[in-house]
């Protein structure tokens, strides 16, 4: 098979239903915008980070996969039994649970800061910002999923853990704003 197809010359792509759309549809760049994030913690995890918050971001990518395939389902065709496209309430409570987690190891914030520090905490405030951005292009579709929606916002809130967690182990101190 190759890799390409030459079916989106014209500037069209096929939705998970087979419907051809634009690529500018408010659809594709939802799931496009999840694809960056996706791509974002790739980096993160790529640039040195400590094994226990590279396991969750490696689910959280999967994770990704699965909430972009359901952006490009609009009329819900995957099946229930494909496991691995499938996202739940239990996946936004273990959000929650990892949050808690990492920020109990935190001193607590008493003021706005500045992204930066290590590179693997950098990197991952950016993340957080991808990810707040493909939330409001999920919003601004007519038929946002509402889990897809709470989950890129507790993932955002994960993410600004996240990266604080990595840059206190690394070391590197937060500037205030």
């Not at 229930?80 to 808690?100: N, Q, Y």
Request: aromatic share 6%.
């Amino acid at each position: 098979m190759k890799l390409y197809t030459r079916t989106g010359d014209q500037g069209e792509t096929s939705l998970f239903d087979g419907t051809r759309v634009s690529k500018a549809d408010d659809r594709v760049d939802a799931y496009g915008e999840v694809d960056e994030l996706s791509a974002w913690l790739g980096l993160a995890r790529a640039s040195g980070m400590p094994p226990d918050l590279d396991e969750p971001l490696a689910r959280i990518q999967r994770d990704l996969f699965a909430l972009g395939a359901r952006l490009a389902d609009p009329s819900h065709k995957i099946a229930p039994r494909v496991d691995k496209a499938t996202l739940g309430a239990e996946d936004i409570e273990r959000l929650e649970w990892l949050i808690d987690r990492f920020d109990a190891d935190l001193p607590p914030l008493r003021r706005f800061i500045l992204a930066g520090g290590s590179p693997a905490g950098a990197t991952l405030h950016v993340a957080r910002t991808v990810c707040r951005r493909a939330e409001r292009r999920v919003v601004a579709l007519a038929e946002a999923d509402g889990l897809v929606v709470r989950y890129l916002n507790r993932l955002s809130d994960l993410l600004f853990v996240l990266a604080r967690a990595a840059n206190h182990r690394a070391g590197s101190a937060e500037t205030e704003w």
